[in-house]
């Protein structure tokens, strides 16, 4: 047979057996009791309710009664044919009696079993017979009577999922594994995000609770009284001793004379520059203020003394403050304002 022939004939029975496929699962989702088919003769208006006509009907109203809610795996049974028979090559490797006959023992069982199972655990009230047909009504009461209710629940079960694996080749260990697995990580992921909210709220709990702090420090410093600056000190007022001396000797005073030595032996004092300005002296004791508080240590400067060399901040602790914790960070406190 030429070859473009044997193309058409595999596609042609596949596109059959899809379409009837799709016209039986038609059929049985509009399947209706009202309609005449293979137990019902009919309310007598003799109007076919269902989509696929009386043919429809009356195949629907069959594999309804014999297979239940099993019937919907016909169709599926129907299009995996039609892939073999697309896919089908000359040395027959598609159609093995290794290979079908497992499977097609797989899709008995799996027919008997779920139809079994439907029975037993749901309600057929718009089936013509329970919800697992007669197979299924047949295959659980003649188990259910031997080994009771929950071991034929169990075996049929085990029966269900092997055929399923013998069908698909699919390894229940490993959609198991695979579970597992992809259950694991998004319970990770769940965690993951968790913290991160956990995190974010008790980040936004430390941003208003050190805003707040922020506030509270800003309304105290403001209601705070500044710390009284002294006047700085005057340079020393020039003699008039020094004035009358001005006038250089024309001889030197023998050493017995009893005369007081001239001031020209001493040097003049150093020429006072001034020194921190208002401002400056404000921001030194806000920052020792701070820097104490660096050191759990509050205190409040309420004097600053100046003077040409050294300035004299007059600190007041806070109560129950020890004066040696002060006096211990003397060398800490210099290095922090760097004098």
Do not use: C
Request: overall charge neutral.
């Amino acid at each position: 047979m030429p070859a473009y022939m044997v193309r058409a004939l595999k596609e042609g029975a596949f596109l059959l057996l899809a379409f009837i496929a799709i016209y039986g699962l038609v059929s049985l989702a509009t399947y209706n009791r009202m309609d005449q088919g293979f137990t019902f003769s009919g309310d007598g208006s003799g109007v076919i309710r269902n989509t696929g006509g009386a043919a429809g009907a009356w195949l629907a109203d069959f594999f309804m009664f014999a297979f239940g809610y099993m019937a919907y795996l016909l169709p599926v049974v129907l299009v995996y044919i039609g892939w073999l028979i697309h896919n089908w090559q000359q040395d027959f490797k598609q159609f093995a009696l290794h290979v079908l006959l497992p499977r097609g023992t797989g899709f008995i069982v799996l027919v008997i079993a779920g139809a079994g199972l439907a029975s037993m655990h749901f309600y057929g009230d718009n089936m013509p017979e329970q919800a697992g047909g007669v197979i299924g009504k047949l295959a659980s009461e003649s188990l259910i009577g031997n080994i009771g209710f929950l071991g034929t629940t169990l075996l049929l079960l085990a029966l269900f999922l092997t055929a399923v694996s013998l069908i698909t080749s699919v390894s229940w260990l490993t959609v198991m594994d695979i579970t597992g697995l992809y259950t694991l990580k998004m319970f990770g992921q769940i965690g993951n995000r968790i913290d991160i909210w956990k995190d974010r709220r008790e980040g936004e709990k430390v941003k208003i609770k050190r805003h707040e702090t922020v506030q509270v420090k800003q309304k105290l410093r403001q209601q705070k009284a500044p710390p009284k600056i002294a006047r700085k000190a005057k340079p020393p007022a020039i003699s008039e001793r020094v004035e009358k001396e001005k006038q250089v000797r024309l001889f030197d005073t023998p050493e017995d004379s009893g005369e007081v030595p001239p001031l020209s032996l001493l040097d003049d004092p150093p020429v006072f520059e001034g020194g921190y300005s208002q401002d400056a002296l404000e921001a030194l004791s806000q920052l020792v203020e701070l820097k104490l508080k660096d050191f759990n240590i509050d205190v409040t400067v309420e004097a600053v003394i100046p003077g040409p060399v050294i300035t004299r901040f007059e600190l007041l602790p806070a109560p129950g403050l020890k004066v040696s914790k002060v006096t211990n960070l003397t060398k800490d406190l210099a290095r922090a304002l760097s004098v």
